[in-house]
């Protein structure tokens, strides 16, 4: 059995349509679209390729994006002050701060400097606390996605044997309670996880995000097993995930395959969780 490829680059595209219609809709009620203000320090180049494409989805949805291309010389205190005017300004609803940030300044003092209601990148330890309590308008854009390639696709997640595969801030824990949230049954396992094959051949839905190329191969996972594979690795020039898809498609009901997967999903809850941070703002 070959495994249905899940297409997160579709998926994406229909998402943002959706998100398109809304923001004009919105435009068109209260008089101003929703802003974004994209906030880039220093010249890596692949912040730099995450910030123009993040800046074009936006341009497409009707999203008016608010652009800072600082120098990496900039010091703490003088982004601590942007961070200040940006939270103030009544025309940008989502502030985004593109990690990483240079090694002179303190990355968590200044997520934590963010006004939560315009985080919408869903790391202020605020909005971290009420992922945890269920109550979270604003998540993490990788976990959200994830969430919408499982119930778009028809997984169903209710009641599964879920495991997943890595513990990180930004994509581990937060998934892991988006689909506690959602009734699966969690099994949070990572590269230390003794006896690893073990754990993950239990899986109903694997969720591959350890950061190890090809981690994952078909003796770790069970037939039928729907898989979601976060990886982004260069290997030999080429763009791999955390499994390897070639030995694991032959196996999995359905899987995500990388580049094209979740990826495309990153951006489109970026533009998702600005507009929930305007239609926030309009209700204060």
Known sequence: MTGKIIDGKAIAETIRQEITLEVEELTNQYGRPPGLAVVLVGEDPASQVYVRNKRGACQKAGIRSFDHNLPATLTQQELL??????????????????????????????????????????????????????????????????????????????????????RSNIVGKPVALLLLHRHATITMCHTRTRALAEVTRRADVLIAAAGRPRLVTADMV??????????????????????????????????????????PMTITMLLRNTVTAFKDHQKA
């Open 222 to 263: 069970k037939q039928g097993v729907v898989v979601i594979d976060v990886g982004v690795n260069r290997v030999d020039g080429k763009l791999v995930g955390d499994v390897d898809f070639e030995s694991v498609v032959e196996k999995a009901s359905a899987i995500t395959p990388v580049p094209g997967g979740v990826g």
């Open 81 to 166: 002050n942007l961070l200040g005017e940006l939270n103030a300004n009544p025309h940008v609803d989502g502030i985004l701060v593109q990690l990483p940030l240079p090694d002179h300044i303190d990355e968590g003092l200044v997520l934590e400097s963010l006004n939560p209601r315009k985080d919408v990148d869903g790391f202020h330890p605020i909005n971290v606390g009420k992922l945890v309590a269920n109550r979270a308008t604003l998540i993490a854009c990788t976990p959200l996605g994830i969430i919408e390639l499982l119930e778009r696709t028809g997984v169903e997640i209710k009641g599964a044997d879920t495991v997943v595969l890595g």
